[in-house]
């Protein structure tokens, strides 16, 4: 194996040794295979190519000061993927066998997982197909969970350092009564558009609206959204939002910190009264937000004055990076240590 800068790594695709695979067929799952492949052999009739009938996970691994390899919150991400497939009918993978083939990825993978310290970690990336042929609109007989692996850096660039983001109000990534709740590939897609377009109009990413009313806050791309007010954790209550387990953790640490937390619908014009904003997700962890443009209106939102996070995101993001890392006693049981 190449001698990997750990330090440096940005959030990408990585070629590892191993992932594993389990297919459905007959309406059971099958034995978990291992393969060195990166490449999968798919019928031309799969669903999941034409009717989208595909979800995926993301979860991350820590090689803690103390040797130790550090799981994050697994039984979280292999219970959404179950309600992502029963989201858009497909065979749900057991939370046993998602267990099994979490563990045996990692042990295989072993040398890919990150030194600590350095800002970096191992992701997981569950996927699991519909594999089985249809041309009509109609769900797949046959499934296939695949989950790979790859050492990764920091999602946004700027790691822990403030970032831009950008209100979009000429784009929704789902329906109100569409399937914004779980981790399915159409929500991503139809992100597209937007998030390429505030890249190169100097943004990190965008803040998705509402998709009704086009006024309250949903997502900030790829991660939920917090404000801090005073000794108060606020985050949006939304239908089309996914239920971040990430998000779900810092409140629980907010509360542990003696803040009140809120999960209420955000309107957009509160963003003046934040004392400090962040994204936050497994991939994000926290990403503080120093400025926030409504594209349409061009109002402008600022925080971070002093081009630092805030103390309370600051304290949170330690506090996380802490537990995940095995260098802060983890009370709450979030870790499964896998050797
Ligand atoms: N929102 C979206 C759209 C995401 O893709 C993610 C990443 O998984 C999150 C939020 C954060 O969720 P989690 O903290 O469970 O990673
Ligand atoms: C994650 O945070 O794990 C995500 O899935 C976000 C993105 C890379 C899709």
Known sequence: MEKIDWGKLPFGYFKTDYNVRCYYKDGKWGEIEVSSSEYINIHIAATCLHYGQECFEGMKVFRGKDGKIRVFRWEKNAKRMQRSCHGIMMAEPPVELFKEM?????????????????????????????????????????????????????????????????????????????????????????????????????????????????KYIDEAGPANFFGIKGNTYITPDSSTILLSITNMSLRTLAEDMNMKVEKRPVHIDELAEFDEVGACGTAAVISPIKKIVDRETGKVYEYCKDGKAGPISTKLYNTLKGIQEGEIEDKHGWNMIIE
């Open 102 to 214: 979490m563990i045996k990825v990692i042990k295989l993978n072993k040398n890919h997982i990150p030194l600590p310290g350095l800002g970096a970690s191992l992701y997981l990336r569950p996927l699991l197909i519909g594999s089985g042929a249809q041309v009509g609109i109609k769900p797949a007989n046959e499934y296939l969970f695949v989950i790979f692996v790859g050492p990764v850096g920091p999602y946004f660039k700027e790691g822990f350092n403030p970032v831009d983001v950008q209100i979009v109000k000429d784009y929704d990534r789902t329906a109100p009564q569409g399937t914004g709740h779980i981790k399915v590939g159409g929500n991503y897609a139809a992100s597209l558009r937007p998030a390429e377009r505030a890249k190169q109009e100097g943004f990190s990413t965008v803040l998705f609206l509402d998709s009704k009313e086009n």
